[in-house]
């Protein structure tokens, strides 16, 4: 049975929920692992008020027993405590369906999913849309990826990721390794790869605050321990590359996403494209990992190497034109509050996709409808490799 993790929840409803279905029985979690990964996403200069409100700690509400897993569908409900501000919105035409068409949002702002979401649902609010489009769901996606993490912490995997680029500040060049993301400190105020250049990033932050402007940019993550042989050539639709880059291109605002030096590549001649193969005394070497740890769509042992792309916050202090859509007329999109970039809480997003992907084609391979054999898969496939299979793959 696949790994599925479904979210649920509105930005200002009650709460944001992931339900995590295909968890191996007898997983010890740790919750405040859970809380620690939540809090983490909320971190970093440039975000907007509502991060002064909300204090994300999840509620593990099934699925659990004494603190370990028992093979059914985990439910983890993080409240948004900004609800109470918000109860009568989010109800309002319950409570005055009068009142509630006055409030109606019109104007879509461009670069939002509210234009598109409105003519798709035949939402006339686009509250409507908005409430469900907003980056708030990622808490959730959060908490399931913080579960996942567990499980590939115990099969060796660990996952890291930091800021490469901010606006116009381009801070690295190229895909990091491992140990680039090492650098980056999760108390630092952008979480970035070159924490003596902050100051540099939050100034610019800081401009374009007060220029009513949004800031994108670019985050790395990279997966190490990944066991070789996760996703299939097989079939397309197994490829890991390709389940990476859809989950990770899935994240609000993220328009582009490479593997390993997948950017770079396309202006090298062959022979500096790829990763020479070498014999080694424990296992086969690799003389560099442009691939980003994938080849044919399969993991080859090295580090999976992801870069997302995130372009800059739709919603605007200065809104850009717009159509207001109860009377046709021009006007300019709506406006409430923004953050003015979330670079680096999307690092944080990113590890939790990677650790979902990666743990379903984990689970894929190994099965085990108990963590137990899960590992005792793994460790067998390991020997099978033994001395012509990965220097780097160390079985649990
Ligand atoms: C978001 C808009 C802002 C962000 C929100 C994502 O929320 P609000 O409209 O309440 O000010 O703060 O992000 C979060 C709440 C969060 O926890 O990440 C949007 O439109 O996507």
Not at 82 to 93: F, G, L, P, S
Not at 123 to 146: F, I, M, N, P, Q
Not at 195 to 223: C, I, N, Q, S, W
Not at 251 to 271: C, L, M
Request: proline share 6%; aromatic share 4%.
């Amino acid at each position: 049975m696949a790994i599925e993790l479904v979210t649920a929840g509105e930005s200002h409803g009650r709460e944001v929920v992931a339900v995590l279905s295909g968890v191996p029985a007898g997983l010890r979690l740790d919750r405040d692992g859970i809380d620690r990964e939540l809090a983490r996403r909320q971190h970093g200069h440039g975000r907007g008020g509502r991060q002064k409100i909300e204090h994300d700690r999840v509620e593990v509400r099934a699925g659990l027993r004494g603190g370990v897993t028992l093979g059914s569908p985990l439910v983890l409900a993080i409240p948004n405590r900004d609800w109470e501000n918000w109860a009568q919105v989010m109800d309002a035409w319950q409570v005055d369906p009068a009142a509630a068409a006055r409030r109606r949002l019109t104007a879509p702002r461009p670069g939002h999913a509210d234009l598109a979401g409105a003519w798709k649902y035949g939402h006339d609010d686009l509250r409507d849309v908005l409430e469900r489009a907003s980056a708030r769901e990622t808490a959730a996606r959060v908490a399931g990826g913080a579960v996942c993490r567990q499980l590939l912490a115990l099969c060796g995997c660990e996952i890291r990721s930091g800021v490469l680029a901010l606006g116009e500040v381009t801070l690295t060049e190229g895909p990091p390794t491992f140990a680039d993301l090492g650098r980056v400190r999760d108390d630092s105020p952008l979480r970035t790869v070159a924490p003596e250049r902050e100051d540099e990033l939050v100034a610019a932050v800081d401009r374009a605050k007060h220029a009513g402007e949004t800031l994108g940019g670019v985050v790395g993550v990279v997966a190490r321990g990944v066991p070789p042989g996760l996703g299939s050539y097989a079939r397309w639709e197994d490829r890991l590359d390709g389940q990476l880059a859809q989950a990770v291109m899935a994240i609000q605002a993220v328009k582009a996403v490479a593997i390993g030096a997948g950017i770079e590549a396309t202006a090298r001649p062959g022979s500096r494209a790829h990763d020479p193969i070498f014999p080694g005394p424990d296992g086969v070497r690799r003389g560099s990992n442009f691939a980003g740890g994938i080849e044919g769509g399969v993991s080859n042992g090295e580090e999976v190497v992801v870069r997302a792309f995130m372009k800059p916050i739709a919603t605007l202090r200065d809104p850009l034109p717009s159509v207001d859509l109860a009377s046709g007329e021009a006007t300019t999109a709506a406006y409430e509050r923004s953050d003015v970039t979330a670079v680096p809480a999307c690092g944080v997003i990113a590890e939790a996709a990677l650790a979902f992907v990666l743990a379903r084609a984990l689970l894929a391979k190994f099965g085990g409808d108990r963590i137990d054999d899960t590992l005792a898969a793994i460790r067998e496939y390991r020997r099978r490799l033994g001395k012509l299979g990965p220097e780097r793959f160390v079985a649990p």
